[in-house]
């Protein structure tokens, strides 16, 4: 019983610590903080300020609610890979690498059904054959 509310409050600190480093991120974008305007100038991307702003603020809502979870933890997964990429494809430091970590924890620790199928599972699209090989959809 202890080890199960601990796993549940962690996972309640990782979810909302992940949606914060989105929240906080994003609105700093909207506002057009001068740290957050140069170090995108560095990277190339100043000029999509608002609208990453957008999507940051956007995933991070998606991933607080439950019912569209798995949805904001692909969007914001991507949303950083894509970002760790750029920061080491100009030799900068792979900041994005951190909260990405830390959004992998929170979705791992919230729902173990984001990466594992239970064996009893039925795959969602089961693969079929066509000619011997084989087809999904």
Same mark, same amino acid.
């Given at each position: 019983?202890? #080890? ?6 962690? $996972? ?22 001068? &740290? ?10 100043? *000029? ?28 914001? &997964? ?10 080491? /494809?100009? *030799? /900068? ?12 924890? $929170?979705?791992?620790?919230? *729902?173990? /059904? #984001? ?23």
């Amino acid at each position: 019983m202890k #080890t199960a509310n601990f796993t549940r409050v962690l $996972s309640t600190v990782f979810t909302y610590l992940a949606a914060g480093i989105f929240l906080f991120s994003g609105t700093g974008k909207l506002l057009a903080l001068p &740290s957050v305007v140069e170090l995108l100038t560095k990277m190339g991307v100043a *000029d999509h300020l608002v609208e990453l702003g957008i999507m940051e603020i956007s995933f991070a809502l998606l991933y607080l609610f439950p019912a569209t979870r798995k949805l904001g933890f692909l969007l914001m &997964s991507s949303y950083f890979s894509g970002a760790l990429a750029v920061e080491l /494809s100009h *030799d /900068s430091a792979p900041v994005a690498l951190g909260p990405l970590v830390i959004v992998w924890i $929170s979705a791992f620790l919230r *729902d173990r /059904s #984001t990466f594992l199928v239970a064996k009893n599972q039925q795959p969602a699209f089961p693969a079929r054959h066509w000619y011997g090989v084989p087809v999904i959809g």
